[in-house]
């Protein structure tokens, strides 16, 4: 195992049971609704910006542009997105949510600020600003991860 093998290990798992528990804690939602892990965070970004595009949204989710429209297909199929042509280029899809499935995510997401928000208080001080430098670190990590994912993806990547 390398240098950094319990760390990798420790940071798996408290981001792992942190996702888990949040869920847990504020029930319902598109995690109740039997939605992938994957179509949830896409629900849940469209319910954040409506009018996205399926190709923007892709790259804020790091899915490829295939799987994104695969997953806007089933979406739309399932009633929970609605995919509308942009006025000003045809090529591109925009995204909504329907009305009842907004109604969903911005109830979910209000449970989510509340159960943090609740948590949150009970922190000291020191904590909370442990936090948010380790909300930066992991910011970091989630860049480096999606820069190192793109120069896989290049072509000249490929051919190697």
Do not use: C, W
């Amino acid at each position: 195992m390398d240098a950094y093998g319990d760390l990798i290990s420790d940071l798996f798992s408290v981001v792992g049971r942190f996702r888990r528990q949040l869920r847990r804690s504020t029930g319902g939602g598109f995690d109740a609704a039997g939605l992938t892990q994957s179509q949830a965070e896409l629900v849940r970004l469209v319910g954040r910006r409506p009018g996205i595009s399926v190709r923007e949204s892709a790259a804020e989710l790091s899915l490829v542009p295939n799987t994104a429209s695969t997953l806007v297909s089933r979406l739309v199929n399932d009633g929970l997105l609605i995919r509308t042509v942009d006025d000003a280029d045809r090529r591109v899809g925009r995204l909504a949510l329907t009305e009842s499935a907004q109604r969903v995510a911005d109830e979910s997401r209000a449970a989510r600020r509340a159960a943090l928000s609740a948590v949150l208080t009970k922190l000291e001080p020191g904590q909370i600003d442990a936090l948010t430098k380790g909300l930066d670190v992991l910011s970091e990590l989630t860049r480096l991860l999606h820069e190192d994912a793109e120069l896989r993806d290049t072509p000249e990547a490929v051919k190697a």
